[in-house]
Each structure stands twice: as structure tokens, then as C-alpha cells.
T-cell receptor, first 113, second 115 residues
Framework: KAGVTQTPRYLIKTRGQQVTLSCSPI?????VSWYQQTPGQGLQFLFE???????NKGNFPGRFSGRQFSNSRSEMNVSTLELGDSALYLC????????????FGQGTRLTVV | AQTVTQSQPEMSVQEAETVTLSCTYD???????LFWYKQPPSRQMILVIR??????QNATENRFSVNFQKAAKSFSLKISDSQLGDTAMYFC????????????FGTGTRLTVIP
């Protein structure tokens, strides 16, 4: 079956702009989580959506937001981009119940200039 | 809060040899999951092995095995018969036993397998 698909793979944006990243989970998976990966801070949890509701949220400013659609596809949005938002953004899907594996996409590399 | 510590930023091993990657964690939870993920240059995170905290038996997946010491909050990964394809970043991760898809990651260990 198809894996987790993230689009686009690469993005270059200017400071102050906003950006939307997309994640299509594995069929049947209802949970999508987003992570930010940077050399300085490592892998940090942004938020998780389950059945269209945000179930968990990490410690990121309100400029980072997300949503999930009825088909479980998820988007994350970053407004008023800062240079420090340059990172690899990974999404992971799972069934959303305990004892289930999280499958990761290949990520979106965002560069803010 | 949960923290995961990987104290070895880089390691190398000769092909066919065995290597052990260290991980310690801190939590007040009594039940949880621990994982080792591999991230090759392609950037895709791949699950290597998973351990449930309530299981005393150490998990094993082919050449990969763990040494889980719950009291010491230690979770090391042993790779036997190392292969060139094992070259990657390895991340130790923690997840609460709540069903929430929320992983806490360590800072990673870059493993290089030398031919």
C-alpha cells in the first residue's frame, strides 16, 4: 500500500510570507503528527491530529497551525515566516490507537530566506 | 516531561562487526513505548525496533536487538553483523501509552559502517 506522502518536497520562501505543507497518510490511518527537524533543536513535536481534531500540541508559537480533513489528509501552516523556521518538516501517520507504529513521510525541506 | 538522551553523537563500526548505541530517558510514566528509528540520507524515518515498557523481554528484529533496563531507564540498541546499508542517523524515541502519536526524540547518533 502507498506510504505517507508529503508535498512539496522542497520549498523556498521569504521572511514574512506564509506556507502550507501537505501530508497524506496511509489509507486507514486516522492520526497525523507533525515534527520539525533542525540541526540545532533536533526533532521536535509540533502537533497531532486525530479524526479532524487536534489531540496534542507541542511547544511552538501560534504561527504554526494545522488541520485535518475528513479523509485524514493534514496540512500545516506557518505564518509570518522567520529565518529560524528553516527546517525539515516530517509528518507521521498511525492508526491512532495505542501500540501502533508511526510511519513517516520523506519530509518537506523548507528554506526561509 | 519526558526527555531522551543519546550521549554518542557519532560512532563507526567495521562491516560485519557488532555495535551498540546508547539511550537513556527520563519519565514519570509507568507504561510507555520506546523506539529506535533510522534516518538514512534519504531523510525518511524508518522504524528499526519497538519495546513496550511492561514487557520484560528485550525486543529483537533480525540483526537488531535492544537491552531494556526499566529501572535504570536505559534502552540501548545492538546491531549485529553490521552492513553498509546500516549507515544512517539513529534516533531513540519515547511515546506515552495513551495512543497519542507523539514521539519524544533524542538528538541522534550518526553511525558509519566502514567497509
Amino acid at each position: 500500500k502507498a506510504g505517507v506522502t508529503q508535498t512539496p518536497r522542497y520549498l523556498i520562501k521569504t521572511r514574512g510570507q506564509q506556507v502550507t505543507l501537505s501530508c497524506s497518510p496511509i489509507s486507514g490511518h486516522r492520526s497525523v503528527s507533525w515534527y520539525q527537524q533542525t540541526p540545532g533543536q533536533g526533532l521536535q513535536f509540533l502537533f497531532e491530529y486525530f479524526s479532524e481534531t487536534q489531540r496534542n500540541k507541542g511547544n511552538f508559537p501560534g504561527r504554526f497551525s494545522g488541520r485535518q480533513f475528513s479523509n485524514s489528509r493534514s496540512e500545516m501552516n506557518v505564518s509570518t515566516l522567520e529565518l529560524g523556521d528553516s527546517a525539515l518538516y516530517l509528518c507521521a501517520s498511525s492508526r491512532g490507537t495505542s501500540n501502533t507504529e508511526a510511519f513517516f513521510g520523506q519530509g518537506t525541506r523548507l528554506t526561509v530566506v | 516531561a519526558q526527555t531522551v538522551t543519546q550521549s554518542q553523537p557519532e560512532m563507526s563500526v567495521q562491516e560485519a562487526e557488532t555495535v551498540t548505541l546508547s539511550c537513556t530517558y527520563d519519565t514519570s510514566e509507568s507504561n510507555y513505548y520506546l523506539f529506535w528509528y533510522k534516518q538514512p540520507p534519504s531523510r525518511q524515518m524508518i522504524l528499526v525496533i519497538r519495546q513496550e515498557a511492561y514487557k520484560q523481554q528485550n525486543a529483537t528484529e533480525n540483526r537488531f536487538s535492544v537491552n531494556f533496563q526499566k529501572a535504570a531507564k536505559s534502552f540501548s540498541l545492538k546491531i549485529s553483523d553490521s552492513q553498509l546499508g546500516d549507515t544512517a542517523m539513529y534516533f531513540c524515541a519515547f511515546m506515552k501509552h495513551t495512543g497519542a502519536n507523539n514521539l519524544f526524540f533524542g538528538t541522534g547518533t550518526r553511525l558509519t559502517v566502514i567497509p
